[in-house]
């Protein structure tokens, strides 16, 4: 009578047989490894004024601004965060005026041809469940009329960034919405995302000129729309 196989396997059967166990299962799928990048838009649409007095003589100067910047570029993923790349950025409509003099007697100045804002999109990254965009626009001197007395034109710029005196920075004068330019990152997943945020703007400041004191007052309204498409 022949003895059935009782014993164990020998430790090489064993390893044959879970190779090919192995080799029977087939593999897990990869999992999907979402847009290598994607294009991203920003564009800033901003109407301000300005005026700037000079203590016991009136208003020197005094004007008024329309803005449309855009900026495109790319953005790749980094491990954990992104790789900006910067393509094009323009200023699309700018135009200006101002008037200096007192009033009844003001002199009418239209600049298309002064020096242009420029826009620029800092950084990207992540912030918690968010990712979050840093740009800024930056200003010009004004007056564009003959003065002793320049001060540059504050322009919109996103959060984050402090000042060197607390409370002085451009986020402290929001006075309406946010300028927070966050998309959730599970938007990244989308073929496409787009989000539009708007504020107001307004700051009153003193400056010593020559010894002379100047107040600068200067307010504006933007709207930014960030737009992304995957690929």
Same mark, same amino acid.
């Given at each position: 009578?022949?003895?059935?196989?009782?014993g164990?396997?020998?430790?090489?059967?064993?390893?044959?047989?879970?190779?090919?166990?192995?080799?029977?299962? !087939?593999?897990l799928?990869?999992?999907?490894? #979402?847009?290598?990048?994607?294009?991203?838009?920003?564009?800033?649409?901003?109407?301000?004024?300005?005026a700037?007095?000079?203590?016991?003589?009136?208003?020197?100067?005094?004007?008024e /601004?329309?803005?449309?910047?855009?900026?495109?570029?790319?953005?790749?993923?980094?491990?954990?965060d992104?790789?900006? @790349?910067h393509?094009?950025?323009?200023?699309?409509?700018?135009?200006?005026?101002?008037?200096? #003099?007192?009033?009844?007697?003001?002199?009418?100045?239209?600049?298309?041809?002064? !020096?242009?804002p420029?826009?620029?999109?800092? /950084?990207?990254?992540r912030?918690?469940?968010?990712? %979050?965009? $840093?740009?800024?626009?930056?200003?010009i !001197?004004?007056?564009?009329?003959?003065?002793?007395?320049k001060?540059?034109?504050?322009l919109?710029r996103?959060? #984050?960034?402090?000042?060197?005196?607390?409370?002085?920075? /451009? $986020?402290d004068?929001?006075?309406l #919405?946010?300028?927070?330019?966050?998309? !959730?990152?599970?938007?990244?997943?989308?073929?496409?995302?787009?989000?539009?945020?708007?504020?107001?703007?307004?700051?009153?400041?003193?400056?010593? %000129?020559?010894?002379?004191?100047?107040?600068?007052?200067?307010?504006?309204? @933007?709207?930014a729309?960030i737009?992304?498409?995957?690929?």
């Amino acid at each position: 009578m022949r003895e059935g196989f009782t014993g164990r396997p020998s430790a090489s059967l064993a390893g044959a047989l879970l190779v090919l166990g192995l080799l029977a299962v !087939p593999p897990l799928s990869r999992p999907a490894s #979402g847009p290598a990048w994607w294009e991203v838009r920003l564009t800033i649409k901003v109407k301000g004024e300005y005026a700037i007095s000079v203590m016991g003589r009136g208003t020197p100067a005094s004007g008024e /601004y329309t803005c449309l910047a855009l900026w495109e570029g790319r953005l790749e993923p980094d491990g954990d965060d992104f790789l900006l @790349v910067h393509l094009k950025s323009e200023i699309l409509d700018w135009g200006l005026k101002e008037k200096s #003099g007192p009033a009844g007697g003001a002199t009418l100045l239209e600049a298309p041809g002064t !020096p242009r804002p420029a826009l620029r999109l800092n /950084y990207v990254l992540r912030d918690g469940r968010d990712v %979050k965009f $840093d740009f800024d626009l930056e200003g010009i !001197p004004v007056p564009f009329h003959a003065s002793p007395f320049k001060v540059p034109l504050e322009l919109p710029r996103s959060a #984050g960034r402090s000042a060197d005196i607390p409370g002085q920075g /451009y $986020d402290d004068f929001i006075r309406l #919405g946010s300028n927070r330019i966050v998309l !959730p990152a599970a938007e990244l997943g989308r073929q496409t995302a787009e989000r539009t945020f708007s504020w107001e703007w307004r700051r009153g400041k003193w400056m010593i %000129k020559d010894s002379r004191a100047v107040l600068v007052a200067q307010s504006h309204s @933007v709207e930014a729309v960030i737009a992304l498409v995957a690929h």
